[in-house]
């Protein structure tokens, strides 16, 4: 028994002495550690722990235009929730799956479908300088200094099975179940959604738009509009609704040519709308004069939403969820 406790004594004894050289070891390696490089290290640290938050939880979202008023303001700072739709494993790349997918009228953020990437180098680099900087530096611009729209934030309008057709401005759905064309406005009242939507346009202003894309189309066929056509023409405003006046353009060169396939086929597509597939979403701006969005260029992959907008965290006197 004796021999035993000597033997326990002595194994607790050998045991308490390494650990304390090896804190003694840790001590001194630390007093000998340049400053500097701690400092580094921490850094490194907290980069981390910054870029695992933005790309697999929440990320910070800077508003780069008025797309969306009065909703989100430009320059407003946002916080986006990506785990609820599913984060990228990696930036721009393998999409793990989330816990739910949009639903109608949510507030998304998405990779814009026009963006042209300058490679997969770069487009990691420049989210990793955004995410790092919670949104305050985006190396990412155009020729003019503004930052390039790789991603872009709009409201969930169109949904898989929708029906969506627009008409001066306005927003015609049938969603599915339905069998005829409901006014988005009185779809919302129906829906107990709540109309966000804001118009800069008189509605007067479309014979302005329709006769100067009218006027268009005559001039790109060699033919001359007529004087009163290019008089109420050359009154459309600065700020227009493009998407009609593209849509009145194509419907008149489709009378002036209709055996040109392709003009038939772009005015069937303004006059008809789209069917949105299951899978998809249509998105579109608050602020729908001012706001490039799924008009032109379509239903987006459910792949490309990156997430749901929560919250303005900047600045504090529009501290607030979004909705």
Do not use: C
Request: proline share 6%; glycine share 8%.
């Amino acid at each position: 028994m004796e021999k035993w406790y000597n033997t326990l004594q002595n194994t607790t004894e050998a045991y308490l002495t390494r650990r304390k050289r090896k804190k003694e070891a840790v001590r001194a390696k630390q007093k000998a550690k340049n400053p500097v490089i701690d400092w580094i290290e921490a850094f490194i640290w907290a980069a981390m722990v910054v870029l695992i938050i933005n790309q697999y939880a929440a990320q910070a979202y800077q508003i780069p235009s008025g797309s969306m008023k009065n909703t989100l303001q430009i320059t407003d700072r946002i916080f986006v929730n990506k785990m609820v739709y599913g984060p990228e494993l990696i930036p721009g790349a393998i999409k793990l799956p989330g816990f739910t997918k949009p639903e109608r009228d949510e507030v998304i953020i998405f990779e814009s479908p026009t963006y042209i990437s300058k490679g997969p180098l770069f487009d990691t680099l420049q989210r990793l300088i955004y995410m790092l900087t919670f949104s305050l530096v985006d190396i990412d611009k155009d020729e003019n200094g503004n930052p390039k729209p790789h991603f872009l934030i709009k409201r969930a309008v169109g949904m898989g099975g929708d029906r969506i057709r627009f008409y001066e401005g306005e927003v015609e759905i049938i969603p599915p179940g339905f069998e005829t064309w409901e006014k988005e406005k009185d779809f919302r009242v129906s829906a107990g959604l709540e109309d966000r939507t804001r118009r800069l346009i008189d509605r007067d202003t479309y014979r302005s738009i329709e006769a100067s894309a009218r006027s268009d189309a005559y001039l790109s066929m060699g033919l001359e509009p007529g004087e009163e056509l290019l008089t109420l023409g050359s009154r459309m405003p600065s700020v227009t609704d493009m998407f009609e006046w593209m849509k009145y353009r194509s419907e008149m060169l489709y009378r002036l040519n209709p055996q040109d396939r392709r003009i038939a086929g772009l005015w069937r597509k303004f006059d008809t709308g789209w069917y949105i597939d299951e899978g998809h979403v249509l998105p579109l701006g608050d602020n729908r004069d001012n706001s490039r969005d799924g008009r032109y260029f379509g239903p987006v992959s459910l792949d490309k939403v990156l997430g749901r907008a929560m919250f303005i965290y900047w600045p504090l006197g529009r501290l607030g969820i979004i909705q």
